[in-house]
């Protein structure tokens, strides 16, 4: 059997839909008794890829009924009713990102992690790991029942799933005490270079900054973070100005010394895409004079027809885009602060490292979040 892949987006789609216009009825018992299932594959103890599975299995379900289709057959070829699990999972991975759905797995194929890789069928002894059989045991009674509900039934359980684990940004931050005077700028200023000289959390720290900074001159709807250290990322760079949803401004973050080649490999990369302007963050190379050598940046750029601003710090960044910004100059404290404050949450940073920001610059601006006190994240 061939599971075609418009018939696969289209129930992804729809299971979406469900959840988002509020149609799951929250209160049924069978709702009810599935959530509670959906949660026992979150916990930390609990392998990552049981849950993204667990998507795969229930679209299978959605797409065909028992009698047609064995969900627990994963490759193709393996009985008269197997399908390609891997080829819903790859769906199902790139849906979910799109989609904010955290389905706790990263990789773009869940079928190829362990105990999956290369399996024909989801069987009781498959090989799970010693430490985790009770968690294999939780796994494969749910996957059993999966394979004995009906399509529609199956299609409600996605949709809940999809509700579960929809991420959810914080309630945006409303700044208070902000002074708007040019000395109180420039102390600002120092203080986020300082925080983000300190910070870097695996480059989360920098990428924010480098949105926010964006952010001031081009717009918020325009500026596309990416996810630091994300093993899927298909687009050159870590941050993109778009353009009626394109990008048009490709943008590398580094919080470490960069040399001249890596710059210039970028923009190779860059200029493949067919785009013709990038801008390159090396936000410690103030600390290391010669690393870069500008000119032959230059003479790269003429060749590549292309145009391209390197920032060397964090200090020079803001001085940047407080002259380009497209809000009005004694804003900017009240601006800035917000929209990094958004960006670190939007990064996913460690609450602590929230709360060193809002600490650090404290002495100019204060934050409340509206309604945080009745705001709950989504089930883990």
């Not at 996957?143 to 940004?169: C, G, H, P, W």
């Not at 500026?223 to 943008?251: E, M, R, T, W, Y």
């Amino acid at each position: 059997m061939v599971l075609s892949g418009e018939k696969i987006k289209s129930i992804l789609a729809s299971a979406n839909q469900y959840a988002l216009t509020s149609q799951i009825d929250q209160n049924s018992e069978f709702v009810q008794t599935w959530a509670e299932k959906i949660r026992l594959l979150c916990p930390s103890e609990m392998p990552k890829t049981y849950l993204a599975v667990f998507g795969v299995l229930l679209t299978a379900r959605s797409l065909e009924e028992k009698d047609f289709l064995d969900v627990c057959h994963i490759q193709a070829g393996a009985s008269q009713v197997g399908y390609s699990a891997p080829s819903i999972g790859k769906a199902l991975a790139t849906f979910a990102k799109e989609q904010d759905i955290d389905l706790r797995a990263t990789s773009s194929q869940p079928m190829n992690n362990q105990p999956f890789t290369f399996r024909k069928f989801i069987e009781k002894e498959m090989g799970a790991k010693k430490n985790k059989r009770s968690q294999w045991g939780i796994f494969f009674g749910i996957a059993e029942l999966v394979n004995n509900m009906k399509s529609s039934e199956a299609q409600i359980v996605l949709a809940l799933l999809f509700d579960m684990r929809r991420t959810y940004a914080k309630p945006e931050a409303v700044a208070h005490g902000v002074r708007s005077d040019l000395q109180s700028t420039e102390r600002f200023m120092e203080l986020v270079s300082l925080f983000v000289e300190k910070n870097s959390e695996s480059g989360k720290v920098g990428q924010a900054f480098v949105s926010s900074c964006l952010e001031l001159v081009y717009g918020r709807e325009k500026v596309l973070q990416g996810h630091s250290q994300d093993p899927d990322a298909k687009l050159v760079g870590d941050v993109h100005v778009c353009l009626n949803g394109s990008p048009v401004i490709f943008v590398e973050v580094k919080q470490a010394p960069i040399a001249t080649g890596q710059i210039t490999g970028f923009m190779d990369k860059v200029s493949q895409t067919g785009a013709d302007r990038a801008f390159y963050f090396a936000l410690e190379n103030y600390k290391y004079s010669g690393h870069i050598n500008l000119e032959s940046i230059r003479k790269k750029a003429q060749r590549l027809n292309m145009t391209i601003l390197v920032i060397s710090s964090p200090q020079e960044a803001l001085d940047t885009i407080f002259i380009h910004m497209m809000s009005n100059v004694r804003d900017f404290i009240e601006d800035f602060s917000i929209s990094f404050r958004s960006r670190l949450v939007e990064s996913g940073v460690e609450e602590s490292l929230l709360d060193s920001y809002e600490e650090r610059i404290s002495e100019f601006v204060t934050f409340t979040v509206p309604g945080v006190e009745s705001y709950e994240p989504p089930p883990k």
